[in-house]
Every structure is written in C-alpha cells, then in structure tokens.
C-alpha cells in the first residue's frame, strides 16, 4: 500500500555525476511469487541514486543486508515466525520478565488486520554519490566484516596521532592540565606558553571554541599559535571522523531494528525516534565523506566494524567505557569483568559467525536509586538526538511538552528542533515547521489559518497527535528545524482568526469535534543566544484526536481559494499525513483515481482509529509513586525537622518568567548568601527584580571576587553575610560597559568561564562557609539542553569545588527538564543526580513546602522605632538589611511574633533561658521572658539605677554626642546590664547594639545617622540614639566620626546618640577613677541585695528547670564567683578525662585561649573536626555528644565577625582558668605542653571557617603585652602566657614554644621578634637575640617597631657589658662604643622607616586604634648616647669631678679639641684610651649634635602636636619625663653653670661679642627657651619673671647680630607674644606696630615658599584683621591668607606624617581686645574654666569641657574672645574682610556644618594653630 512518494531519487552531486540504482545500501526485496496486498509503497520508496562530483553514482548490485528470501506463501502481514518473538525470561524466584521491561517493545495485539504500513516513499535508501565520482555499491557491504575491522581509538587499532592514550576522545573534556601536558609533551610549545594558557584556566572546551585568534589575544605568539591551532583543528577533524564511521554503521546495522520497531505496532506508522536516527545518520555520512575529500583521502572505506566496536566510539564520546566481551565460544577462566563497565549493545545477525548478545539484568538488582517515579525504560527521541546533536556540534533544543500550556518555556534563538517526521505510535506528536514571510498582517494571518487547519485535518484523519510551529525553518538543509521566531502584534488576532477559521474550515457537523481536538494557538518567546529577550515569537498549536472525539469519522475541509481574478472559492480537501507532510487525497485531477484512493483511505482510517483507540488504552500512566514532597524537605533543611538560619543558601538560576515569579516567594525565606543568575534581565523584569522588592540584594559580576584579595577583604567590600549578593554570571542586558554584557556561550567560555571558576572557588571556600552549613540550590526554569553551556559548566565547576552533590539540590521545572539535565550531568561529571532533583512538584507546591518547613519567626513582622511627641514609626525590614552593622531593638521587640503560636513555644522558652544562664549571650527574649506572668523580674545589679541616671539625667543632655563607660571583669554580667537598660529605654531611645566589632568607625556612625532620622523629613527634633558597643577600642574617634555625621540633617545643639561602651577589664575601679569620660563600674563580688535577688532566681528556676545546678555561668554569680565552688566544679567533672584524646586536646586548646585571650572562641566546624566527627550534612554526631560531659562547661554561640558561623568557648573565663591549673595539676599538663600541643595541630591552620581569626589570637596570646597606658591590666615585658609559661617551666619551655610558632607561622614577624626580646631581656643571650631580630627584620623591613629590635638589642648588650664590668679598661670601652655605634645604626634606620611605617603581620591588625608614630626609635638612640657619654666621664683623663678634665671632655665632644692632644708619652694607660677614642672620633664627636636633633624632634613632637587619643597622651607623659631627665644630663654635660660663666667672664672681661652671643644662646638652651617650640612650652612652665629674662636674652641676640637670622627674629617676636601671655604689663615688651613691622620685613625677605611654618605662624596672630580696627597701612594685611596658605603647605611638607596620630595645637585665639592683646593663649581659657569648675563643685575634668564644648558658654571666656563671622562653604569656612581679603578656616569638629554645600552665615571662635586657624563653637546665624 506504500505510494510512489516513497521511493528514493537520485541525489546529483556537483561533478553532475548522480546515483544508479544497480547497488543497493539495504538488501533489496525479492519478487514474490504471489501477489502483496500489504504494501502501500509506491514506486518512490525505490532507492534513489547519490550522484557525486566526479560522476560516478551508487549501484545497486549488492546489499549490505542479507537479501530477503522468496516468499513461497502470500505474505499478508509479517513472515516473521513465531520464534522471532521475545521470550520471557523465567528466573530462580519463579517471576519472568514482562513485557514492559523488554529491551525492545513487543508487538502489541491489534484488534484489526495491520495491512497499512504507512511509510512513504521518503523512508527509502537512496545512493550516495561522493566526490571522485564513485558511488556507494552493495558489493562488499556487510554488518560485519571477516577480514577487516575498522580501527577505532582506544582499541588496538588507530591511535590519535599527538595526543596520550589516556584522555578523553572529546577535546572538550580535557581538563586544562591535560591542555598544559598535551602542548607541552605532544606539540613541543615552551613551557613558559603552556603555563601561561594554563594560568589563563585554558580548558578543553575553551580551546575547541578558539580561533587564532584568540590565542594571539592570549600573548602566545605567532608561530605557536598557527601550530596549536591547526593541530586542534586536526584532531577535531579526526574526532568527527571516528563518530562518522561509528554513525555510519549504525545506519546499515540499524535498519533491521527500524523496520522490526515499525512492524511491531498496529499502526505500521514509522516511530519518531527511528526517523530521527535515520536522518542524523545520513548527515553523519555525509559529513564523513566530505571530511575526507578535504583531507585528501581518495577511497572511502565502506567496511564495517562490528557493533561492539560501534558502541565503543559512541559509548566513549559519552564518557563510558565499552568493555570487550569474553572470546566467543571459548573458556577462559582467567576472564573477570569490570564492575560498571559497558558491554556492546544487544544486536541482530550480521554474518552468521559472529555471535549476536543479548544481555539481561536480574529483577533483584534494579531499582538501585530507590526512585520510583522516574521512568527509566525508555528515553525520549528528542533527548537521544540531543546527545547525537552535540556530537555533529549541532545544538538539539527540546520542543516544548506536548499538550500542555507552559507560560515559563522559552525557546533559543538559532537552536535546532528535532526534525520533522512522520507519525510513529500516533501518540508521540508530528511536528510540521513554517516560517511566516514577512507581509500584511492579513496576509499572514491568512497563511496562518490555512496551514493551521490544514495540518490539523491531516492529523485527524491519520489520528495522529501533531505540533506546528511557525517561526521554525522547515526547509530541508542544515537550517532545518532552526529557532527564527516571528513578530507577534497581537494576540487576540492570532486567537480571533483561529476562531473564525476554525468554523469556514470544517463541516458544520464536525465543527464540535474539531475544537475539542486542536488546541488554541500557544506563543511562546524567543531568547537571544546571549541569554536577553528577543521581541520575535514561536506560535504552536496542538492537535489531540481521541478516539473519544473522532471515533471512524472522515474530516472533510475546505480551502479558501483565491483565483488570479481576486475571486474567492471554496475547495474540498481531504488531509491526511504523508510522512513529515500532510497530503491532499482530493488533488488529483482524476476524478476516477481520486475516487478509488478515497475508497482505500476509508479503510486506512478504520485501521487508523482501531490503532488510536489501542495506544490510548496502552497509555493510561499509573499513578506517580513518588514522594518527591518528603525529599524536598529532606534536602532543603538538610535533614533537619525545620529550616533554620544557620543553612546559607548559594542559588544558580536561569530565566523565569513572570507569571512564575510569585512562586519564588519562598526565596525570601532562604538566608540566600548569593545567587548566580543566567538570566541577563532579571534585575529589570526576573528573579532579582522580585526579591529586591522586599530584600536587599547587591549587584555583584563574578570578576569582583578577585582571589587576590584576601577573604575577609572581599567580604568586606561586597558586604558577603550582611546582604545577598547577586551574581550576573552571564552580564547583565542593561549594562553600558562591555565588560559586563551578555555573552554568546562561545564568547563565555573565553572570556568570562575562568572568572566564575574563581568565584565558585572563593564561595565554596570552607574558609569562607562551612560544607555542613552550606547548600547550592540550582533553578532549572527552563531546559538546559547544551553540555557546554554556563549553566553547566558552573554546575561542574561547583562540582568540583564541593567534590559531589552532597551539598547540591536541583529544583527542575518538569521532568523533562530534569531527564535532560540528568543526561547531561552524567556525561560530564559521571554522577546520578535523580536523588538530588525535584521535578514533579510545581513551583506552587514548592514555594508552600518550604514555608512550611521553615522555623517559626521570633522576630516581629512588623517592627517600630520610637519617635518624637511619643509616636512610632514602622521599620521596614529591607531598610533594616541596610544597616548591617546594627542589632536594633524595636518598640514591640518579641511581641505578636509567629513562636508564640505555635506548641514549639514552651520548649522554646526554656531553651532561651536555658542557654542564658548556662553562660550564653543575653538576648532580648530573656528579658521579654522575665516580664511574663508568673516570673519574677530580671535581676537589676546595683549599679543599675546609676547607669540608668547617666543616660537619663534630671537636667538633660547639652551636648549632641555623649560617651558613657561601663567598666567590668569579664564574665561579671557588665554586658547584661547594659542590655538590660537599654531594654527599659526602647521606648525613650532608639537603640541598638553593634553586632560586628570589625566594622569600621565610620560604617557605623553611617548607619547610626540613618537609625536617627528614619521615618523623619528635615526637622529641627529626633528621638536619640542610644548605642552599646563592647570593648570599643577608640570610643573618641567614634564619637567624632558620628557628631560628623548626625550633622548633616541637625539644627540646634539637641541629643542625637548616646554611647553606652562595656569596657572588660581586671580593675573596674582604678579604670574608672583614671577614665576622664562618664563611667559607671561593676566588680565580680556581689552585695548582700543581689545576692539575695539571685537565690531567689535560683528558687524559681528549680521550679521550671530539671537541673538548674547545670547553669554554671548563673552558679557561678550565686556563689559569688567562688573560686573553691569553680574548682571543685571543674574538678569533678574533668576526673576522668584522657588528655591524650583528641576530646583532651579540644578542651585544653580552648582552656588556653580563653583564659589568656579575651573574647577568643574556635569555630564549630573546627571542633568537630578536632574531635572527629565526619563532615555528613544529615544526623551527624553532634559535639556536644562527642564531649559528653565535658560539653556542660562549653557553649555554642553565633558569631559575626568576618562572616557568620557557630563558635564555641567556654561557659566563663573563670571556669577556664581553673581548666588550666587542674590540668596541670592532675594531668600534668603544663601551659607549654598545650600551646606547643596547640601550634602542633595542623588541623587549626587549615581552611576552615573563622581560621584567620583563630590565627591571629594564637598569635596575640603569645606576643601582645598588657600595657596600663593602653589599657592593660598592668605592665608586662611579655604575654601574659609567655610569662606564665617562663614563671612556672623555665625559660627553655618559652624558647621551644615561640621557636614552635616561629615554624607554624612562618611569614610573621612578630614571633621572631617577640623571641628576640625574650632572649635579650630574660635570658641575656644576645647572640640569640640579634639573629632572630634580625630575621624578624627579613620578615619584615619596611617596619620600624620590627627594624627597631635590632637596636634594642645592641642597647641591652652594652647596658649589660657594662652592668657587669668591674672597672673600664681601653677594651671595654672599644667593645662599648662598638655596640652603641651598632645600635645608633639601627635606631637611626628604624627612624627612616618609622615615617611611612607598614603593619608588622597581617594579622597584627587587631584593633581599629590609630597608627601611632613609633617615637621609641628616637628615645632609644638618645639613650644609647646618654649611657655612652657616662662611659666616656670614667675615661681618667676626662673626669667630671675635675673642672679642667671636664671641660676638655666638652671641647672633645663638640669637635674644639683633637683627641690626639689628650696623648701622654708616660702614661701607657691613657694612651691606650686615646687610641680606641682615635678610632671611633668621628662617630664621638657627632653625638651632640645629634642628641640636639631629637631634643628639638621632641619639643616640636609634645608642643606643636596633640594625640588624638587620650590613652596615648597618658603614655607619652612618661617619655616626657625621660625627656627632661635626658635634658637635665645634657645640659650639665654640654652647657656650663652660672657660676661657671661668671667665673670665666671675671678672668677674661674683654669677650669678643660673638663668645657673648654664644654664651647667651647656651643659657637659653639651658632653660629650654632656645627654640621656637621651647618658647611655647613656657607659656605653661615660666613665670612671669622668668620670662622676662628670657626676653632680654632674645633682645640681646637679636639686636647684635651681625647676620640678621632669621630664626632669631622669629623667636625675639614670640617671645615677645609669650611675655605678653604671662605679664601683660611688663615694661619689656615691645609695641605692637613695632613688632608688626619687623615681622613684615621678615616675611618680605623670606616669601610665601618656605618651609618656615613658625614665621607664618606670627603673621597669623599678628596680622589677622579686623573690620573695626583695620591697619593703618592695609597692605599689612592683604597678603593675610596668601600667609594662611602657606603655613598650611609648609607644616604639611614638614610633620604631615605625624597625622595619623596627632593632630595640630591652637595655642592662642583671637580675642576681644587690640594690639598685643588681642592674642589670647589657650592657658587663660583653661584657668577660666579650671576656677569654674572648682566654683561649681564639678566632678567634670577641664578635658571634658573641651571636648563637650561646655568651654564656650562660660561668661568670661566670652569676654575675652572675639566671635567672628563668616560663611560655610563644602565643609569649611571662608572669613571675609574688605571684600578682597577671603581666608579659609578649618572647623575643629566636621561635625559643626552640615552637608550640602549650604552657603549659610556662621560665627565661631578663632584658634591659631601651626596648621592653620581653626574654628571652634560654629553656630548658624539664622538658629542664634
């Protein structure tokens, strides 16, 4: 019955030549001797001829199937007998196969005679004509050949030339060390250019996709590149021609298969899938033959190979292994398989002698996964043409489900559908593909309609379910089934047209039946290859006739027939389908041949419906077995009963579509650390853009995680664990830059595969998150189809990062979705992924199953802040995710919150009050708790109402920004307290807690401004803030960085926040007494009233609590931190522990870093870790399971310090401490057993989370010293723990110990030179010492503090040689100046590097406190000279008791006497002194002048210059007075007496002038008024008196010297200004005009260029003007700010690198009065102040008035200072005079303008600094 369309034709080739027909591909068909009333083939099922270039043509001579013997009966049906059916396989159990589980489907039972094989003409082999003119014969063509086998790679046959046996067939499944090896060892590159391309992360799949050049842009050069090139080319070529010859066999060997499978239905419909194969093999051929035209080869190689070879190749390219089987009819004892390995498929006869198989699989060992809801028999064709797609380097998309509506599928430009095909089972769909020419809209849609129709008829008549696409090429050709899309304006035009067309094109009576049957037109739309939309559409419509609907019905219909005469007719057709066509019956003019095929149709159709009717019944699916809800639950809270917190959630997604999105709600639920989005425009209309609506998401592309960063760098800088990052891997379809754009897979791989690599490295860190916290959800919207897509290679990237899926789900949109990414995951990682996927449930399902499960909230949903006139405003939860830094405490915190509706709540409570009194961190629920009904409140301490009142004073806050302390022994409750009044004030204040103690000053006082006026507009009050931070270690410089923010939106002086700061220290009291800021202070001793209000508490919570006598932190408290109740606890419980257990080793290592290093902690995966618990994700054992019953004096908290994760310490530091000393003392286990046990452990320093952390207080535990000047406890020369190590072992267990950590740590500097002290100031090993110094130096030289160890050594080994030396001898005094000439060195080197000093280690950087200037490099060079001066007064010949030898030494000294006069030819001894005093002159006699450089580095050092901080100013006022004692020394040794001098002037009266002068300067020096600097420091030590002679001595210098210094003009003036200070009406002073007008001459000569800061400094404070007192000579005056400038300049060239941690003094300001005293020092303010206070009976310090700026209301400062006007402008002040004079001014405080370039009038107080004036008290003119 097979029509004349299914023969073949011939195919003419380019030579013209073309294909006969003499040889056949497939065995030809006998004659039979009887009539065939079963064959519908008409004569175009014949073979046609290929024609090939050259001419020559196929012939049909020879099969390459056995020809088909006659048939000596009628052949009806099938001559297949019945030994050619399947039989059922009965194994031991009694059960046999079915037929579902049959490797080839049986032939069902069709309830009518099969008598109409419908395939068409089409299906025909034709002839192969290739290039040379040969064609392909039947001569020679077997399944199999006897005597040849084509050699295939991996057997012993053909080897890939230059390239290992051991990878990959594919290139792009090299790894890219493969790459390196193959360029290498194969092609010979150099191995600098293979690192490179390595370095570059070149993979396999990279270097496939590259052109030339590519790898010219990669710097490899020319020559290399041409080579690299052509041989990847080559092998490409080599790898396409293997998988060629392996399709091409399965084309002749397949046939049989075909023609059974097609035989097996009733139908007699050629399936799908055997089409396909069909089709994708002929073009593999094809392919073939050209392949080798190209390269020269001459003869194509028609021979088979035998199938197990076949599936070899196919089976490789698929990442399996085709293992041989056992030699055929053979024992072989030795034989063994190999598990897992793939044996050759089940294949038909070939040549009789080579043996067919068949293989089975027992019942018992399937099912292996367990899930039995995947469908594993059979695998759609369009998945199996995706595989052979990939192979040809064709992209085969998936079609969308058939008869479903599915808004979320997209298809992709240019991707390739399967091609079009003829009906097969009648339940798997035809596809039909059109592409709509561009034209009228109703010319298209005319197009449309008819073909839609038309299509669908045939469909119906064949019942046959069908697609048609349009916007698909279905032109035949390699375009063929291309993704082109169409423009779409409408919709509901499309869906109008189907309407009407729908009634126009059927018979009225079967109008009903044909809507039921085809599905209303479907649009879906196009994404570009870059992953952005396309405006073009793909429109299908979807064709079901049930049996139901059509039953035995014909349908007729009607084509609308437009004539050259535009007149419209009407022609009946009747479609039925042709193969991949659909076919008009009624076209054929003859009337009498239509008739007749009619009558044949009609039966056809009979058979067709009994088919249908069979297949329907065939298909009804059993129901799912699954529980893929269950697994959901499973996988998302990561075995546990709820989802929690503590899980980060990493996704990778593609494109949703809208409709979808409101499924995702679930997302915001998730604590998403990061997502990976694929899709280009989610930000605009995706996934981002809807969770951005209620959460806060940064914009993230993977280069920004840069590994060169370190880890806590990038968490910092992308804000990781704060707030999600969103992650465009693919670019982003708004971006400008095209560093950022959307990328063609191609173009990814190149450019941006190597980026993500390092991203997923970096997220994937366990350094970063831990593998048990840590899972990687991918969303699979749509299909991924491509094997070397993003998609996929950032699954295989996190793959690899995680080594498995253990931490992997995959939310897949359906099964099919899934049955394609399940495919491709396990050819390229080897890996099932079914267990791990959830594709059965709908997003729907999904977004309320893990609602469901996520724990309930403890938090409000909605939460208010207090506001002004005792209103609230909402906090909005994604204005809350802004600031990060904030734990903020709202009105209604705890109230209405989901736990307390739920039955968890009780158990809830008890393990909140649990997990408190056991020692956790207070929380606000405990608080909450103690107000229910029934509980007694919390316990208040008694300093309580004291810090309460503090906070809350009867007066008020006059200031913006107040700094309270709360000093306390750690573990003493000072923390709770604070919370706990901060908790009563939530309604006053808005408060909050700082939650991370790294960030930075001015994050948080950011965040503190956006706290303070949330929910505010500009308004003149806000509701203040009150903010507790723990510990802070620079409290000013937060308060400064937050007055100049809450500035911004001020008006007026109101209270914006109030800084509460828990200070830990181990003496509250003397901390408080010594501290100059507000402070309260609790100790670890309980009053009688407290320890009342705790056994109280103990009583009630015997009452609720099983074993409240496990709560030792509250114990602890209630016994009144008892050291005989700790030890005893400590004591019991450790009994029976084993040190030498890895249990004994965790304990012991967080024993020593609590008790030695405040606030220390390890991280909870590590201590799982240590004690050796495994890393699986669900019902693990637990630690504390693990520690048992250790684990009572340990705690589990949550840190956020560099990201958030579980820690663990100990319950107290007390119970700590006694850890130690019972191991000690029981288990003799000293402090150096464990911290070198400690720095043994490799598995501390390894990736984990919080490593860096716990690094770095290994570090500070054993070299941080406690100074008191900066807070300590006291003064150490050492850590406590290497004290207590060297108190209690010895120093040689401190040597072991730091040279220990010297090995761990090996890049610190620190440790070396922590050893270096030990050695030089314990041991006195100075050897030692200044080899380790001096290796720290190595570690470390751009470092001052490090450079200056060296010195200090030299400095210890000469204060001992001379501590142990009985009496100087010439030796002693050579080895003596040797040592200090040795340390002078270093400490002058030290001072080069001290001005741009580098961080010691990387880990050093533990504080946030302002690098300080490392003066000890200054102080230990003048002491190492100071001790060298002593030396040389023991010389004999220079006593000091003798005035002569004294002032002989003095002449040696100041370079007035050769040492060679001191020679005696008598005295052998001396001599020997004057012969080491030769030797070392040079360095001797530069030793004043250099003592004199650092008196004057000093002077300006202290008077120039504040600290900013007050802890520096108490530790630099002990360097004062070693200072002045140096001084008091120098002086004595340099600078004769009074008496001295008078005693020289009476024997010699006539003195030349200049000797006087000398003589003059050398008394100043002596009274320290030499100096600019020195003359400032006597406006706070001279008298009056003093003073005044001071001046006279000025005066005498300045008027006799010859050369009019500059320097002593500057100096006469000042002292001039500081006689002024002290006594106003001394008769010495000079007038003002008069000293006006020397300092003008003096700035003439000198100009605006010099680095003389003092002299502009006077140009200040004389010159400044006033508008109602100008200058007679206003000239004076005009170049005021040209001096202002310039003072500015100089003192920046000069001191800028003192900055960082000083800032410049205002001595004087501006007063009131004129001349003279207009210039008002800073000391008469501070005695103003000083007498008010005491007036007031103040516990305010004078310190506390300047900073609280109280200074400035006092009356009688107001007197006497000027206020001064000017305008702000951008953060600074411009004072204007006469119109041309504008003078800047700098503002004290930032915090005194607001923001905003406002240009408003401002008034303020004028201090004069040597940096500049400076405004102090800014008020705005217009709030005055």
């Known amino acids: 019955m097979k029509s ?272 396909l194969e069909l089709i994708q093999t002929l073009r593999d051929v094809i392919k073939s033959v050209t392949a080798q035209n190209r390269t020269g080869d001459k003869s194509l190689d028609r021979q088979t190979t035998s199938s197990s070879v076949k599936d070899e190749v196919t089976t490789t390219s698929l990442g399996r292994h085709i293992s041989p089987t056992r030699p055929f009819d053979k024992s072989d004892p030795n034989f063994i398989y190999n598990q897992n390995d793939i044996l050759p498929l089940k294949t038909g006869p070939s040549n009789l002698l080579d043996p067919v198989h068949e293989n089975h699989l027992l019942e018992e060992a399937q099912d292996r996964t367990g899930d039995k809801n995947l469908d594993t028999q059979t695998t759609s064709s369009s998945v199996r043409n995706e595989v052979t797609a990939t192979s040809l380097g064709r992209h085969i998309s998936l079609t969308r489900p058939f008869d479903k509506s599915d808004p979320n599928f997209i298809y992709n430009q240019n991707d390739i559908l399967p091609p079009m095909t003829g009906p097969s089972n009648l339940l798997d769909p035809v596809h039909e593909y059109h592409l709509l020419e561009e034209a ?22 064949s019942r046959t379910n069908g697609t048609i696409h349009f916007g698909v090429n279905g032109q035949p050709g390699q375009a063929h089934g291309q993704v082109i899309g169409h423009n779409v304006t409408s919709f509901n035009t499309y869906n ?40 073009k559409w793909v429109t299908e419509v979807d064709i079901v006739p049930t049996y139901a609907m059509t039953q035995e019905s014909i349908f007729h219909s009607s084509l609308h027939i437009v004539s050259a005469t535009q007149q419209h007719s009407k022609t009946e057709c009747l479609f039925i389908r042709d193969g991949p066509t659909a076919v008009n019956i009624f076209a054929d003019p003859n009337p009498r041949k239509a008739q007749e095929e009619m009558k044949r149709i009609i039966d056809k159709i009979k058979c067709w419906a009994a088919a249908r009717k069979s297949a329907e019944e065939r298909d009804i699916k059993r129901p799912s077995q699954g529980h893929q809800g269950q697994r959901l639950k499973q996988l998302i809270t990561l075995g546990k009963d709820t989802l929690d917190n503590s899980v980060n959630v990493i996704a990778v997604t593609n494109k949703c579509i809208s409709s979808q999105l409101e499924h995702l709600d679930f997302l915001k639920e998730l604590k998403l650390f990061a997502v990976l989005e694929f899709d280009p425009e989610s930000e605009v209309n995706g996934t981002c853009n809807f969770h951005r609506t209620d959460h806060i998401a940064n914009i993230h592309y993977p280069r920004m995680y840069n590994n060169q960063d370190s880890i806590y760098e990038v968490i910092a800088k992308l804000n990781l664990f704060k707030q999600t990052s969103w992650v465009f891997c693919n670019g982003r379809a708004n971006e400008e830059s095209e560093m950022d754009i959307p990328l063609t897979t191609g173009e990814w791989l190149k450019k941006r595969s190597a980026e993500v690599n ?212 750690p573990g003493c409750g000072g923390t709770t307290l604070a919370m706990h009044v901060l908790w009563n004030l939530r309604k006053k204040f808005r408060c909050a807690v700082v939650k991370n103690n790294k960030a930075l000053n001015s994050e948080i006082a950011r965040q503190v401004t956006t706290l303070l006026t949330y929910g505010k507009q500009e308004q003149s009050s806000y509701t203040p803030v009150l903010l507790l931070v723990d510990n802070w270690d620079d409290i000013e410089d937060l308060k400064q960085c937050i007055l100049n923010m809450v500035s911004v939106r001020m008006r007026g002086n109101n209270l914006m926040v109030i800084i509460l700061n828990c200070e830990r220290t181990q003496f509250p009291s003397e901390s408080s007494r010594a501290s100059r800021i507000a402070n309260v202070f609790i100790t670890n001793k309980l009053s009688s009233l407290e320890q009342s209000l705790f056994s109280e508490k103990l009583r009630q919570l015997k009452d609720y609590h099983t074993k409240p006598d496990t709560f030792y932190a509250f114990m602890i408290m209630t016994n009144n931190f008892s050291e005989d109740y700790i030890n005893n606890l400590v004591s019991n419980i450790l009994k029976d522990l084993d040190t030498s257990t890895k249990q004994g080793n965790l304990l012991s290592f967080l024993a020593l870093l609590n ?67 019972v191991l000690s003392q029981k288990h003799k286990l000293s402090l150096g057993d464990i911290a070198t046990n400690l720095l043994h452990c490799d598995t501390l320093y390894k990736s984990c989370m919080g490593r860096d952390i716990l690094i770095q207080r290994i570090q500070s535990m054993l070299i941080t010293r406690q100074r008191k000047d900066y807070g300590g406890d006291k003064d150490t020369l050492f850590s406590p723990l290497i004290e207590a190590i060297g108190e209690k072992e010895g120093p040689g267990h401190v040597e072991e110990v730091l040279k220990r950590a010297i090995v761990t740590f090996e890049k610190s500097a620190t440790l070396p030179q922590a050893l270096a002290r030990y050695f030089y100031l314990e041991i006195k090993d100075f050897e030692s010492a200044l080899h380790w110094a001096k290796d720290a130096q190595q570690k470390n030289s751009k470092n001052s503090y490090i450079a200056d160890t060296v010195g200090q050594v030299y400095k ?43 961080a010691i280690d990387a880990f050093d950087l533990r504080t946030r406190k302002r690098r300080s200037y490392n003066t000890s490099v200054y102080l230990g060079e003048m002491e190492v000279m100071m001790i060298l001066f002593d030396i040389i007064k023991e010389i004999p010949f220079f006593s000091f008791c003798d005035r002569y030898k004294r002032d002989k030494m003095r002449q040696f000294l100041k370079g007035g006497l050769s040492v060679s006069k001191f020679e005696e030819t008598s005295d052998t001894s001396s001599n020997s002194f004057v012969a080491v ?154 007038k003002y005009d008069e000293l006006v007008s020397i300092l003008n001459d003096a700035l003439l000569n000198e100009g605006t260029n010099s680095n003389r800061t003092e002299l502009y400094y006077l140009a200040m404070l004389l010159m400044w003007p006033r508008k109602d007192h100008m200058h007679e000579d206003p000239a004076v005056f005009r170049s005021i700010s040209t001096y202002v400038a310039s003072a500015k300049k100089s003192f920046h060239r000069r001191f800028s690198y003192l900055f960082p941690a000083r800032s410049a003094i205002a001595h004087f300001f501006l007063g009131n009065a004129s001349g003279l005293q207009r210039v008002v020092p800073k000391w008469r303010i501070d005695e103003i102040v000083t007498t008010a206070l005491k007036r007031h009976a103040s516990s305010r310090g004078l310190n506390q008035m300047w900073l609280s700026g109280e200074v400035w209301k006092e009356t009688e400062v107001k007197k006497i200072l000027l206020r001064v006007k000017g305008k702000s402008e951008n953060n600074t002040i411009h004072v204007y005079y006469g119109g041309n004079i504008k003078i800047q001014v700098r503002p004290v405080y930032l915090g005194g303008l607001r923001s905003g370039n406002s240009q408003e009038e401002v008034s303020f107080y004028l201090g004069f600094s040597m940096e500049g004036p400076v405004a102090y008290d800014v008020k705005y003119e217009n709030e005055r």
């Open 496 to 535: 109008e047209a189907f309407e009407l067309g729908l009634k126009e094109h059927f018979e009225e009576q079967h109008i009903n039946a044909a809507k039921m049957c085809i599905r209303p037109p479907q649009f879906f739309r196009v994404q570009c290859s870059d992953g952005t939309t396309s405006d």
């Open 1155 to 1221: 008790t030695y290093v405040d606030g220390s902690f390890m991280s909870l995966s590590l201590c799982e870790e240590l004690v050796g618990i495994m890393n699986p994700l669900w019902r693990r054992e637990t630690l504390e399971e693990k520690m048992n019953p250790y684990s009572t004096l340990l705690i589990h908290f949550t840190v956020e310090e560099h990201g958030t994760y579980q820690a663990v310490r100990f319950l107290h530091q007390m119970i700590a401490s006694n850890c130690l000393t």
């Open 1477 to 1630: 005093l030769g030797d070392h002159e040079h360095f001797l006699v530069s030793l004043r002048l250099k003592v004199k450089e650092i008196f004057i580095f000093f002077e300006n050092y202290f008077t120039l210059l504040k600290p900013k901080s007050f802890e520096t100013e108490l530790a630099e006022n002990r360097n004062k007075h070693k200072i002045s004692e140096y001084f008091r020394k120098y002086t004595q040794l340099f600078c004769e007496s009074a008496q001295e001098k008078a005693s020289e002037k009476a024997s010699k009266p006539k003195l030349s002038l200049h000797q006087d002068i000398v003589d003059t300067q050398q008394s100043l020096e002596v009274k320290r008024a030499d100096s600019f600097a020195g003359l400032l420091q006597c406006l706070n030590e001279k008298s009056g008196g003093e003073m005044e002679w001071i001046l006279k001595k000025w005066e005498f210098i300045f008027t006799n010297s010859p050369n009019k210094n500059m320097s002593n003009t500057i100096n006469f003036i000042m002292a001039n200004i500081v006689l002024q200070s002290l006594k106003p009406k001394s008769k010495l002073l000079k």
């Open 4 to 275: 004349d369309h299914s023969m073949d034709k011939h195919i003419h080739f380019k030579d013209g030549h073309h294909s006969t027909d003499e040889k056949r591909v497939h065995p030809e068909r006998p004659e039979s001797p009887v009539p065939s009333c079963v064959s519908m083939k008409s004569d175009h099922s014949m073979d046609k001829h290929i024609h090939f270039k050259d001419g020559h043509h196929s012939t049909d001579e020879k099969r390459v199937h056995p020809e088909r013997p006659e048939s000596p009966v009628p052949s009806c049906v099938s001559m297949k007998s019945d030994h050619s059916m399947d039989k059922h396989i009965h194994f031991k159990d009694g059960h046999h196969s079915t037929d579902e589980k049959r490797v080839h489907q049986e032939r069902p039972e069709s309830p009518v005679p099969s008598c109409v094989s419908m395939k068409s003409d089409h299906s025909m082999d034709k002839h192969i004509h290739f290039k040379d003119g040969h064609h392909s014969t039947d001569e020679k063509r077997s399944v199999r050949k006897e005597d040849k086998t084509l050699p295939v790679s991996g057997t012993e046959g053909e080897r890939r030339s230059n390239v290992p046996s051991e990878f990959p067939l594919m290139i792009e499944d090299w790894t890219k060390e493969q790459v390196r090896k193959w360029l290498v060892e194969n092609l010979r590159v150099p191995q600098q250019i293979a690192q490179n391309l390595y370095d570059q992360e070149l993979s396999g799949a990279c270097l496939a996709d590259f052109e030339k050049e590519d790898l010219l842009d990669l710097d490899v050069p020319r020559a290399p590149a041409n080579q690299i090139f052509r041989q990847v080319q080559r092998l490409k070529k080599e790898t396409s021609l293997k998988g060629t010859r392996t399709n091409q066999t399965r084309t002749e060997t397949h046939d049989e298969a075909v023609e059974a499978e097609t035989a097996s239905l009733d139908s007699g419909f050629q399936s799908q899938s055997s089409s």
């Open 758 to 969: 390092n991203m997923v490295s970096f997220l994937c860190s366990p350094d970063l998150l831990s593998r048990k916290q840590l899972l990687v959800i991918f969303f699979l919207h749509s299909a991924v189809t491509d094997i070397s897509s993003p998609f996929m290679e950032t699954f295989c990237a996190i793959y690899r990062t995680l080594e498995g899926v253990n931490n992997m789900m995959c939310i897949c949109k359906d099964s099919t979705v899934f049955s394609q990414w399940k495919q491709l995951v396990e050819i390229r990682c080897k890996e099932d992924i079914t267990s791990k996927c959830i594709y059965e449930l709908s997003l729907d399902e999904i977004n309320c199953t893990v609602k469901k499960v996520k724990e309930p909230q403890t938090r409000s949903s909605s939460r208010y802040l207090p506001s002004t006139g005792s209103s609230s405003v909402l906090l909005k939860k994604k204005d809350e995710e802004l600031m990060t830094v904030l734990d903020i405490l709202s009105e209604n915190e705890c109230e209405n919150t989901e736990i307390e509706t739920k039955e968890t709540y009780q158990e809830f409570k008890m393990k909140t009050e649990e997990e408190f009194y056991r020692g956790g961190q207070v929380t606000w629920w405990n608080f909450y708790l103690s107000e229910g009904p029934g509980c007694l409140p919390f316990i208040k301490r008694d300093t309580y109402d004291e810090l309460y009142n503090l906070i809350t004073p009867v007066e008020g806050h006059v200031f913006r920004c107040v700094m309270i302390n709360l000093f306390h022994h």
């Open 440 to 461: 009228s809209e109703k010319e298209m849609l005319y197009e449309f309609t008819k073909e839609v129709f038309c299509f669908a008829a045939s469909c119906m008549n």
């Open 1356 to 1398: 210890s080994h000469l204060k001992y040689e001379i501590d142990h030396s009985e009496k100087l001898t010439p030796e002693m005094l050579d080895k003596c100046i040797t040592l200090a000439r040795m340390a002078v060195k270093a400490f002058q080197d030290s001072q080069k590097l001290a001005k741009n000093d580098e």
